[in-house]
């Protein structure tokens, strides 16, 4: 089981940056990947970036350029920093842990923080 808990979401008029972190219950080098999700008023929940594996990053095209997600082993915490935010990355965004498991993928959540743009 993973419990994890987000912070740092807030208002930031459009252009500026804000860094999220997301504290993982247990070791996160034990964790197989580690994200952050976001889910927009009236549309679906949608990746922004993922550490696969320890590694491998991938991120959504919409933020290719602007968010950089990173992970600090010790603190068991991801965070993604995201600059030059729009309008459109409003959102609420969520923090994913991912468990590989014989059966399936085993995913937890966090309880998500919002993020407002304003233009």
């Known amino acids: 089981q993973v419990q994890l808990v987000e912070s740092g979401g807030g208002l930031v008029q459009s252009g500026g940056s804000l860094r999220l972190s997301c504290v993982a219950s247990r070791s996160i080098a034990s964790i197989d990947n580690m994200g952050w999700y976001r889910q927009a008023p009236g549309k679906g929940r949608e990746l922004v970036a993922v550490?696969?594996?320890?590694?491998?990053?991938n991120y959504a095209d919409s933020v290719k350029g602007r968010f950089a997600i990173s992970r600090d082993n010790v603190k068991d915490t991801v965070y993604p920093q995201m600059n030059s935010l729009k309008p459109e990355d409003t959102a609420v965004y969520y923090c994913?842990?991912?468990?590989?498991?014989?059966?399936?993928?085993?995913?937890?959540w966090g309880q998500g923080t919002q993020v407002t743009v304003s233009s």
């Open positions: 994913n842990a991912a468990l590989n498991r014989p059966g399936g993928v085993l995913d937890y």
């Open positions: 550490i696969i594996s320890g590694a491998i990053v």
